[in-house]
């Protein structure tokens, strides 16, 4: 294992295999490196038109969890367009999110320091200090659902969570318009795996959520010298996550099957679709939780631009109970709380100490 967080550029995952919650065969650089690498340029994630869901009765649901079951299965990527939401939603969250980090200092941020509540580690993450792994280039913040005035709460106080709290209304129509999605989402997978779609529809109604920040600050030269990526290589833990796509390239996402790096860069306007660690469990293996993560942009003049995403990652409640849907056998994994599973997991990134074992 990496002794600190520098031995982490050159760290494999196989270093940390011991914290995983399904098996993963993959064999990686946490970050890019020119010697090891190959990339595949012929592989194109599927666009998945969300239109045929929702307009399409239930011929379109068909043909969309034919489509969308298809792509995840394969790489455990899609791109989903026609999904309603609007980019200049998008537009106006991305300066947003410029705005947050121009104007508040470390000190202000630092008030918020990443702390786990429930599953989750919750809150600001200081550049090279988003893991104990490796030093990311990347400023981050995580908030879950109750940073959000969504439930009617009438004790929520939005200064709770957010340096000021004029920040949260526009972050929580981003959120509030992703959960439309969740859903069509969830209900299409069951639907290919040929089970009842409306399995999760309960577990998923004001299911908890990490909703992140991130922020790239432009590259110095020094951090560019330094063999640093943007972001380790590493899979998402939950059952899903959404991304707005990102104007500044550098998300590469590993094929199995031939042991490259897709670049990937949709329109912007798209939301790239990934599963994560949750669903692989309980698809057992069907749906696979795929390794990404961001290296420096190819286009060197880009080196200078912050680079900034807004991912949402799904999850379910801790509580829950993370089991093999019916029918898909022969059964590889016992059932575990999303707790435990998530806690044990995301020690890995956070220590040991991190784990939750109930
Ligand atoms: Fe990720």
Known sequence: MAKNKEDGIHALNKDFEKFEGVKKEQA??????KDHDQFDEDFEVKTCDMREFFTGGEEGRIVFAQNLGQALEEIGFAVLSGHGVDTNLYNQAEAKVAELFATTTLEERMKFRAE?????NQGYFPIKETTIIHPDLVEGWVFCRRAFDMDGNENFKANDYWPEGEYEPLFREVVKTHEQLILPIMQSVLRYLKCDPHLYDEKLAATNFGFRLNYYPA????DNDSGAGRMLGHEDVDLFTLLPAQSVDGLQVYNRANNKWIRLN?????IILNIG???????????PSTTHRVSKPQQKNMLGKPRIT?????????E??????????P?????????KFHTGITSKYYGEDYAVNK
């Not at 990686?28 to 490196?33: D, I, K, P, R, W």
């Not at 786990?116 to 989750?120: L, N």
């Not at 590259?219 to 020094?222: D, K």
């Open 28 to 33: 990686y650089h946490l970050v890019e490196n």
């Open 277 to 287: 660690d949750y669903m692989q469990r309980i698809t057992n293996d069907r749906l």
């Open 116 to 120: 786990r509540q429930g599953s989750v």
């Open 266 to 270: 949709p329109e912007p306007g798209t």
């Open 310 to 318: 807004i991912p949402m990652a799904i999850y379910v409640w801790e």
């Open 320 to 329: 829950e109970i993370l089991e093999v849907l019916p029918g898909l056998t």
């Open 331 to 339: 059964v590889k994994y016992e059932p575990i709380s999303a707790i």
């Open 219 to 222: 590259i110095s030269q020094q």
